[in-house]
C-alpha cells in the first residue's frame, strides 16, 4: 500500500486546515489507519486514528474534540480535520497504515508498516 499524504500548509491560530492520506489500494477492513505528527527535535506522536472499516476513533488527549478522521471507501482516502488549531500543532504530519492493528498498539508507530510521506502543516500565532 502506498499512502499519499496533502493538505498541509499555512495557517493562522484559530484556523482550520483538512488533510488527505489517499491509499493506492483498497485497504481491508482489519487495517488502521493513522495519522502521526513530528514537530522539529521531537519524536513522531500519534494523532488519531480509526479502523478502516469505521467503528471506534482513537484521538490524543491533545487533539481531542478538535481535530476529526474519516474515510471515504470509494476513494480509499482518510481526512483529518483539523479546528481550532494553534501554533502547538506545527509539525509534519504523516498518515499511516497498518493490518492486524491491536486495541493497545493502535497509538504506536510500531504497529504501522505503510506511511506516506508526511505534509507540513505550520500554524501562526
Known amino acids: 500500500v502506498q499512502l499519499q499524504a496533502s493538505g498541509g500548509g499555512l495557517v493562522q491560530a484559530g484556523g482550520s486546515l483538512r488533510l488527505s492520506c489517499a491509499a493506492s489500494?483498497?485497504?481491508?477492513?482489519?487495517?488502521?489507519m493513522g495519522w502521526f505528527r513530528q514537530a522539529p527535535g521531537k519524536e513522531r506522536e500519534f494523532v488519531a486514528a480509526?479502523?478502516?472499516?469505521?467503528?471506534?476513533?482513537y484521538y490524543d488527549d491533545s487533539v481531542k474534540g478538535r481535530f476529526t478522521i474519516s474515510r471515504d471507501f470509494a476513494k480509499n482516502t482518510v481526512f483529518l480535520q483539523m479546528n481550532s488549531l494553534t501554533p502547538e500543532d506545527t509539525a509534519v504530519y504523516y498518515c499511516?497504515?497498518?493490518?492486524?492493528?491491536?486495541?493497545?498498539?493502535?497509538?504506536?508507530?510500531?504497529?504501522?508498516?505503510?506511511w506516506g510521506q508526511g505534509t507540513l502543516v505550520t500554524v501562526s500565532s
Open positions: 480509526m479502523r478502516w472499516n469505521g467503528g471506534h476513533t
Open positions: 489500494t483498497r485497504s481491508s477492513s482489519s487495517w488502521a
Open positions: 499511516a497504515a497498518g493490518s492486524g492493528v491491536i486495541l493497545s498498539a493502535v497509538r504506536t508507530t510500531a504497529a504501522y508498516n505503510h
